[in-house]
């Protein structure tokens, strides 16, 4: 462990083990296998492992590092959806599942106590990531502008409309609203656009005039639509909020559900002498 840290590997392989050790491969493997035991080492997938540095100890593997695991499931990838919102601090639910978006198609697996589930996302939509520290490992992540719009996309994978607008009023205080724009435009779903801009006139958040203008324009290329129940598959609530005209979208999501999110964009400005 000290020889693979002095080197500044993060990561190692079987076949580097082996070679490091310089035994025959049966060897290695037991090794592998009581430092795995001994929680210095965490399986990524079949061969290759994630070192924890002697310097945070056996028992550093938090939830940073099953992302970091969780990451070398798939290439390329990303983590995203509510995985994404929970690591910028968008959301306070917390769930044991680590939502990885690629093309590749694989099996969902396990990784320490948490699932991973893979999301086929398709090629226009497969954008708007970066890598990421996290505690020492290169993890790629959605950024706040593309978490706010795939969860808005799929809310299924967000926890709900409702959590998937109050991600969209907490990540709004810190938007490249050209950026935001920018990606909507290029997914080139008219619906999407109206599901976002109503959420965002929603939370209150705050769009720049010329902005507004310009998701109303996006908008404009489709065809009325709705949030939450599709109507052609599931129940419309009977308390549903309705028909919005400036966003032609039938908003068949309950008051209730959204009553949180309701002016959580709005920028809060502290007044002198109160």
């Known amino acids: ?158 926890g709900g409309v409702g959590e998937a607008a109050t991600i969209l009023a907490t990540a709004s205080r810190r938007f490249d609203w050209t950026k935001a724009t920018d990606y909507l435009e290029r997914i080139g779903s008219g619906a999407l656009v109206r599901r976002f801009g109503w959420l965002a006139d929603h939370v209150q958040a705050d769009i720049p005039p010329e902005i507004h203008a310009s998701l109303l324009r996006l908008a404009a290329r489709s065809r009325t639509t709705w949030l939450g129940s599709n109507p052609e598959r599931a129940r419309v609530p009977h308390d549903a909020i309705g028909y919005d005209d400036t966003w032609r979208l039938f908003i068949n999501v309950t008051g209730k559900e959204l009553h949180g999110s309701s002016g959580l964009g709005r920028r809060k400005t502290i007044r002198k002498g109160v």
């Open 1 to 158: 462990m000290l020889a693979l840290t002095e080197r500044g590997q993060r990561e190692v392989t079987r076949a580097e083990i082996v070679n490091l050790l310089g035994g025959s491969v049966k060897a290695a493997d037991h090794v592998i296998e009581a430092l795995r035991r001994k929680g210095w080492l965490e399986r990524a997938t079949w061969g290759e492992y994630l070192l924890i540095p002697p310097d945070q100890g056996p028992d550093a593997l938090g939830d940073g590092n099953l992302l970091a695991l969780a990451s070398r499931i798939a290439n390329p990838y990303y983590i995203g959806f509510s995985s994404a919102a929970a690591h910028y601090g968008l959301t306070t639910q917390h769930r044991n599942v680590i939502f990885v978006v690629t093309p590749t198609r694989l099996r969902e697996r396990e990784v320490g106590e948490s699932r991973v589930q893979i999301v086929n996302q398709s090629q226009s939509k497969f954008f708007g990531f970066e890598p990421v520290d996290v505690l020492g490992y290169k993890v790629m992540i959605s950024d706040r502008e593309k978490t706010a719009i795939d969860c808005i996309d799929r809310p299924d994978l967000a």
